[in-house]
């Protein structure tokens, strides 16, 4: 086989798979939130009550087919294009199959309409993925066209990738002109972000997480567990030098020997937050705040401590000079959130919220029962709510948590345009703002964004674009996670 033969394959290779293979890790994330991410959720919710004998059981999710409603009440299935040129939505009914409880007795179960759900073109819920060319060009769609976006009032519509720091890892900094060292960590569980801060200033841990402001480390490694000083010792410093650190932070709060004193302590930053006590606001902000991906049971806190005190030990190293300090731009300590992540928070939030799925069904419950009416089980579900506003979502760009510009305009200018256009990364970090090291080409973007295609002007460096045959892994699952995490501790 000669230099021509390996030209031609590979011509062919790209020619059939290239458009493919641009726009593969969307529809990968949004397969994996459609086949698992949605009952996940739904799971999540599990049983409603509705009244002392009265309950509903949530059970497993459907999704049906691309259904138009017509005005006369007509149900019909409708094509990609015909969305386009009539200005809809292209979407599928998303549904719950329901068991209502009565009595602890298992009714007949019911099958519930929950909303409209956009389709991506091409993914699982999208018919046309199995079309071959000569039925796709009778539809009006393009045989070449790699799919990959919604179609929104008419309106081809893509989620850009957001690249964000990684989750659940400790990223270690250090701010020469500020002179401090910094440890970063996002903890995530069930994409709910708890971000955590922890500052080396003067040579006293400090911790900034949920509404809490400079907290002593030292006195929440106490409440977490960690009561005496040799406790504290041993468990942050491995040798002479870095001992001396952590007894000047000792002794700076030397009036803490105790858990209970640490618990005392840290009720002076909770005072005047909610209906909780003092000291059940402090529980709750150790259990479920504080690193709840480790784990949110009292069982935790140990385990909390100790990570905590390897945090103190890698800032105290590196404000001695003992280590480097990381580079958060370094690509391994950053993310791409794509699609599939942006669809499951979102849906979250209309499901999880504080106006969620569960009470708005008890409030249509009470409110239907007072007319003494025996309400049926659609009518407590207000399918129009999750589907308007899940479509205005996209329609806006608007997300989750005060983000803008998630959802943009699919650019048709060309095809070549296009496939850039959905190959765009963002970061989250301000347009307005220097952040000259965040802009500047980083020595892991080699081989993985473009060295070239970033608008000039404010986003500059903030936009890139991913290089040609670059495509994101799947990441693990929970299931698959814990068989690794099990595989390395049995292994050390």
């Not at 009550?49 to 149900?75: H, M, Q, S, T």
């Not at 066209?145 to 919604?150: K, L, M």
Request: aromatic share 6%.
């Amino acid at each position: 086989m000669n230099d021509r033969d390996l030209y031609n394959g590979f011509k062919e290779i790209v020619k059939r798979n290239l458009p493919k293979m641009l726009v593969s890790y969307n529809l990968d994330s949004y397969n994996k939130f459609v086949l698992e991410g949605v009952q996940k959720i739904i799971d999540e919710i599990g049983i409603i009550p509705l009244d002392e004998n009265r309950k509903l059981l949530l059970w497993k999710v459907e999704f049906g087919g691309p259904i138009l409603k017509e005005a006369d009440g007509y149900d019909r299935e409708i094509t990609p294009m015909e969305a386009r040129i009539r200005d809809l939505n292209y979407t599928c009914a998303l549904y719950i199959n329901v068991v209502p409880v009565v009595n602890d007795v298992h009714q007949e179960p019911a099958k519930i309409k929950l909303c409209d759900f956009p389709i991506m073109l091409k993914s699982v819920l999208d018919p046309t993925r199995n079309l071959n060319k000569e039925d796709l060009i009778k539809i009006g769609e393009d045989p070449y066209d790699p799919g990959g976006y919604f179609i929104i009032n008419g309106t081809e519509k893509i989620i850009v990738g957001v690249e964000e720091v990684a989750n659940n890892r400790m990223v270690i900094t250090r701010e020469e002109k500020k002179n401090i060292e910094m440890a970063r960590i996002n903890s995530e569980k069930n994409q709910y972000i708890q971000r955590h801060m922890i500052e080396r200033k003067d040579r006293i841990l400090y911790m900034n997480f949920s509404n809490l402001r400079n907290v002593p480390m030292i006195v929440v490694l106490r409440a977490l567990g960690l009561e005496t000083d040799k406790q504290l010792i041993e468990a942050i410093s491995d040798n002479q030098r870095m001992e001396e650190e952590v007894l000047t932070n000792i002794y700076e709060f030397e009036e803490v020997k105790t858990k209970k004193d640490a618990l005392t302590y840290l009720e002076r930053f909770v005072k005047g937050m909610g209906k909780e006590t003092p000291q059940e606001r402090v529980q709750n902000l150790l259990n479920n705040f504080l690193l709840h991906h480790i784990g949110t049971e009292e069982k935790d806190q140990i385990v909390k401590a100790n990570y905590l005190s390897h945090v103190a030990n890698r800032l105290i190293k590196v404000g001695l000079g003992m280590q480097k300090g990381e580079d958060i731009d370094h690509l391994a300590n950053k993310r791409i959130r794509l699609a599939g992540y942006f669809l499951d928070i979102l849906l979250r939030s209309l499901l999880l919220g504080k106006n969620g799925l569960s009470s708005r069904i008890r409030y249509n419950y009470q409110r239907l029962t007072k007319r003494k009416k025996t309400p049926a089980i659609q009518a407590l579900f207000e399918s129009n709510y999750v589907s308007k506003r899940i479509i205005s979502a996209l329609a806006t760009g608007m997300w989750v948590g005060g983000r803008v510009g998630v959802a943009q305009r699919l650019d048709r200018i060309n095809y070549v345009r296009r496939l850039s256009n959905m190959r765009a990364v963002i970061s989250t970090l301000s347009s307005s703002q220097e952040h000259l090291e965040a802009r500047e080409l980083h020595g892991t973007h080699w081989g993985k964004y473009c060295a070239q295609e970033t608008p000039e002007g404010v986003h500059i460096g903030l936009r890139k674009h991913l290089a040609n045959m670059v495509t994101i892994s799947k990441g693990l699952n929970d299931k698959e996670n814990k068989k690794v995490l099990d595989f390395i501790a049995n292994k050390l």
